[in-house]
């Protein structure tokens, strides 16, 4: 059962705001790894998109947005956890719970137009997929030499690799 999303009167979504204060702290701190959930609670109340803060935007830093624990009951991918206690934007590639299979980012036209940008930003900056990934040469292997073998039937080529063999 999906769970249903909580939103202001303003209509945005908790987890979108959730989103939107870890974004801008990564724009903020590009050094950084992840933020604490207070430090993303504290960066959304001073934002004060909605005010009051909402308390359920801690909720949704702890555990809604978490793609990596059980959903409770969201199953929003937005956030990832890669230590204890600290929270980062999520990435297609992190460790994902098998029962999350929800949004990872916003939708444009459900937030302010003032953070439309940090949508282009995540999606051209930070969560470029890795050019160079260990699979990546075995994948594109997938068909090659196939032109060699075009109308040649298998057990004839292994017939023919087995004459001479004594």
């Known amino acids: 059962m999906r769970h249903s999303p909580v939103t202001s009167r303003a209509g945005l979504l908790v987890a979108d705001e959730a989103w939107i204060a870890t974004a801008l702290l990564h724009r903020e701190h590009p050094e950084r790894q992840g933020f604490s959930v207070q430090e993303i609670v504290e960066r959304a109340r001073a934002e004060n998109i909605v005010e009051p803060l909402r308390p359920g935007v801690k909720t ?81 292997m997938i068909g090659a030499g196939k032109e060699v073998f075009q109308g040649v039937h298998p057990d004839e080529y292994v017939q023919q690799l087995r004459e001479g063999w004594d």
Do not use: S
């Open 60 to 140: 949704h830093v702890q555990f809604h947005c978490v793609a990596g624990r059980e959903p409770e009951p969201a199953q929003l991918r937005m956030l990832t956890e890669p230590v204890e206690g600290m929270r980062r934007l999520y990435r297609e590639g992190d460790p994902t719970h098998p029962k999350r299979d929800g949004k990872i980012v916003p939708e444009a036209n459900a937030i302010p137009e003032r953070y439309r940008y940090l949508l282009d930003w995540y999606r051209n900056e930070y969560a470029v997929p890795p050019r160079d990934t260990w699979l990546r040469g075995v994948f594109e």
